[in-house]
């Protein structure tokens, strides 16, 4: 037999998926309280527990032993949904996905797409770009609206994120255009996939334009949805050198969320205003600091592998601006240490070109500078004409200062 807590997680979801509450499973034996203690793994079961369960539930008692056959799709779906904690739910959903070719469409999809978010919030972006082109196929094949623009929204970004932002913008795009008549948070998600796409590209006055389009969207619904929007503004503001415009924009955004409302957002508005306060001209060190120090401790109690990482980042970059060479060289060497690199394009190439330039610092000139080039043409190629023009400055302002 499972031992606790496995056994209590086999027993939740088994009790979900046959769409039992607590009390309906417990009625006739047991107390609530006591079935509550089972599920959360705080008291072992006995066997006549396990026998009476059993029969309420309707299998044998086998289906509480470790060798019972895996759990099917809707089991794992109701697991991981339903759990208020959970370590890493992504292998259990992707073996279920492969063992179970009796599958509906509908829950095919939900599967899918919760699977595609868990892999992109670790920063496998590759895995989820291809679960994401699984899921605008199946959208199609659905024939629902919701779907379609989800599924292109999701892949917008992550392509995005992967430097592709030709694709992305084309994805953006076709779910923009399939969204008017669609609730308020799906046309606002489109539009802001592809204010994001059209930024990166350095189409900026269409993307100013859509920005706009996104703020009065969402301005009426206020709440995440006008917070987010207002963030894609600023971002949009910074790139046209529209700084006032973009620091009104950020601090209304900062402002106006509560962690209580939604702490993942709270956490991810925090890492980029740090990010935008430090590509103003000249940077706002002070403003970027003190945003750093805010989510710093929360990042080391809730956040992922990604949000460290996205924060050593912005520390390292800080560091060099503040002239702390020392400790850039040390965040630097940190990250690297810690493996694979999960920051986005933009945020990868910007943190090689420190690299860079702590190199030329060091003394190793033609090395950094080849790297500089190396990224420079990078960014073109990704046809990121602001981030690229970026990257010439950093290489034009070292020259200078070498020569």
């Known amino acids: 037999m499972l031992a606790q807590p496995a056994f209590g997680h086999r027993l939740r979801a088994l009790r979900l998926e046959r769409g039992l509450s607590q009390a309906a499973l417990a009625a006739g034996g047991l107390s609530t309280g006591y ?46 949904t339903s759990a208020e904690e959970i370590g890493d739910p992504g292998e ?38 291809e679960l994401l082109r699984e899921l605008v196929t199946l959208g199609d094949t659905l ?16 392509v995005q994120a992967l430097g592709d932002n030709t694709s992305a913008r084309d994805y953006a795009f076709e779910a923009y255009t399939l969204s008017p008549g669609l609730s308020a948070a799906d046309r606002a998600a489109a539009l802001q996939a592809l204010v994001s796409a059209e930024a990166e590209a350095g189409r900026l006055t269409e993307a100013r ?50 962690s209580r409302e939604d702490l993942q957002l709270w956490m991810r508005l925090r890492l980029a205003a740090a990010s ?21 401790p929360v990042l080391a109690l809730v956040g992922t592998d990604l949000h460290q990482q996205q924060l050593l980042t912005l520390r390292a970059h800080l560091a060099f601006e503040e002239g702390e060479t020392e400790r850039a060289r040390e965040l630097v060497t940190q990250i690297d240490e810690a493996g694979e690199l999960l920051l986005s394009f933009r945020d990868r190439i910007r943190f090689q070109a420190l690299r ?22 990078q960014a073109q190629e990704a046809l990121n004409v602001e981030l690229a023009a970026e990257i010439w400055r950093i290489l034009a302002t070292t020259l200078y200062s070498k020569a």
Do not use: M
């Open 35 to 80: 079935l509550s203690r089972l599920e959360s793994g705080a008291r072992p079961p006995t066997s006549r527990v396990v026998e009476h369960l059993a029969e309420r539930l309707g299998v044998p008692v086998s289906a509480f032993d470790a060798a019972h056959e895996p759990q099917s799709l809707a089991q794992v779906l109701a697991s991981v």
């Open 92 to 129: 259990a959903l992707a073996d279920a996905l492969r063992a179970d070719d009796r599958l509906s469409p509908a829950l095919t999809w939900q599967a899918t797409w919760l699977l595609a978010r868990i892999r992109g919030g670790q920063g496998h972006h590759d895995d989820e770009q």
């Open 143 to 158: 024939g629902t609206p919701e779907l379609r623009v989800r599924s292109r929204t999701g892949l917008s970004r992550c």
């Open 209 to 258: 334009a859509h920005a706009d389009e996104l703020c009065e969207v969402t301005e009426e619904g206020g709440g995440t949805l006008f917070i987010k929007a207002l963030w894609s503004s600023a971002t949009v503001r910074i790139r046209q050198g529209d700084y006032p415009g973009a620091q009104r924009a950020l601090e209304h955004a900062l402002q106006s969320l509560d």
């Open 276 to 296: 935008l306060y430090l590509q103003i001209t000249p940077p706002l060190t002070d403003r970027a600091a003190a945003r750093l120090n805010e989510v710093g």
């Open 356 to 377: 860079s330039q702590l190199l030329i610092l060091d003394g190793r000139v033609d090395e950094g500078n080849s790297a500089l080039r190396d990224l420079a043409t």
